[in-house]
């Protein structure tokens, strides 16, 4: 299966790309947590990137293309791959198709907008693993510690509440389109986020199954 996850920022892409990820054996690309891994490291693409991820905007097409184009080429791609936070403008849909590697769906996770802010406020990240948690719907074991590696817990700079806003922005003129984009390709699958993880996935297994 290739299928490419839309929705906002803390719509819950991550969690659900684990979920499938796991479930048809096949693995997650998340531009987000490559460039937060760039970054981390201090390579050139990082640097470049920083600038954008800490207001809240989006990284220029033509950098997030080059890294999908090299991410998708990997050998582990082969038997399908689900992309969390990519496509997210209109320029790398089109880039994505160019590739011409016959992408089955795009899912869309609806969730409301005050929702989103509620949910940013409570989202913690571990910056060793990328693993992410909340502090009210997916509490680690251990307060601020991570579950997967124990490294302590940190609220990332982009999730901060003026900052939030700025990326719903961005969603809305920049990434929304997509719905329509896939739609007239008859491949767009919309799923209501529910308050739940398990609630959500019980819909978007239930979507996936009709692909
Ligand atoms: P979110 O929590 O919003 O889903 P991600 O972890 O996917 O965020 O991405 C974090 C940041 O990385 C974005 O705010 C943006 O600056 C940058 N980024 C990630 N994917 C893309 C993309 N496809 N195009 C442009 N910028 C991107
Ligand atoms: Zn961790």
């Not at 849909?93 to 198709?97: G, R, S």
């Not at 719905?179 to 896939?182: A, G, R, T």
């Given at each position: 299966?290739?299928?490419?996850?839309?929705?906002?920022?803390?719509?819950?892409?991550?969690?659900?790309a684990?979920?499938?990820?796991e479930?048809?054996?096949i693995?997650?690309?998340s531009?987000g947590?490559?460039?937060?891994?760039?970054?981390?490291?201090g390579t050139?693409?990082?640097l470049?990137?920083k600038?954008?991820t800490?207001?809240g905007?989006?990284?220029?097409?033509?950098?997030?293309?080059?890294?999908?184009k090299?991410?998708l080429?990997l050998?582990d791609?082969k038997?399908?791959?689900?992309?969390?936070?990519f496509?997210?403008?209109?320029?790398q849909?089109?880039?994505?198709?160019s590739m011409?590697?016959?992408?089955?769906?795009a899912l869309s996770?609806?969730?409301?907008?005050?929702e989103?802010?509620?949910r940013?406020?409570?989202r913690r990240v571990?910056p060793?693993?990328?693993?992410?948690?909340?502090?009210?719907?997916?509490?680690?074991?251990?307060?601020?510690?991570?579950?997967?590696?124990?490294?302590a817990?940190?609220?990332r700079?982009d999730?901060?509440p003026?900052?939030?806003?700025n990326?719903?922005s961005?969603y809305?003129d920049?990434?929304?389109?997509l719905?329509?984009?896939?739609k007239?390709?008859?491949?767009?699958?919309?799923?209501?986020?529910?308050?739940k993880v398990s609630?959500?996935?019980?819909l978007?297994l239930?979507?996936l199954?009709?692909?």
């Open positions: 299966m290739k299928l490419i996850l839309l929705g906002a920022p803390g719509a819950g892409k991550g969690t659900q684990e979920i499938i990820s479930k048809y054996s693995p997650t690309i531009t947590n490559i460039i937060r891994a760039a970054l981390k490291e050139e693409m990082g470049k990137a600038e954008y800490e207001r905007e989006l990284v220029p097409d033509e950098v997030v293309i080059g890294i999908i090299e991410r080429s050998d791609c038997g399908g791959f689900i992309l969390d936070g496509p997210r403008t209109i320029p849909a089109e880039a994505l198709d011409n590697i016959g992408i089955d769906a996770i609806e969730v409301a907008d005050s989103i802010v509620k940013m406020s409570g571990c060793a693993c990328g693993a992410s948690f909340h502090t009210e719907y997916k509490k680690p074991e251990k307060d601020g510690i991570c579950d997967v590696c124990g490294e817990l940190i609220i700079k999730d901060e003026q900052t939030v806003l990326r719903l961005v809305h920049q990434t929304e389109p719905k329509s984009y896939y007239a390709q008859g491949k767009l699958l919309t799923v209501e986020g529910q308050d609630d959500t996935t019980a978007t239930a979507a199954s009709e692909i």
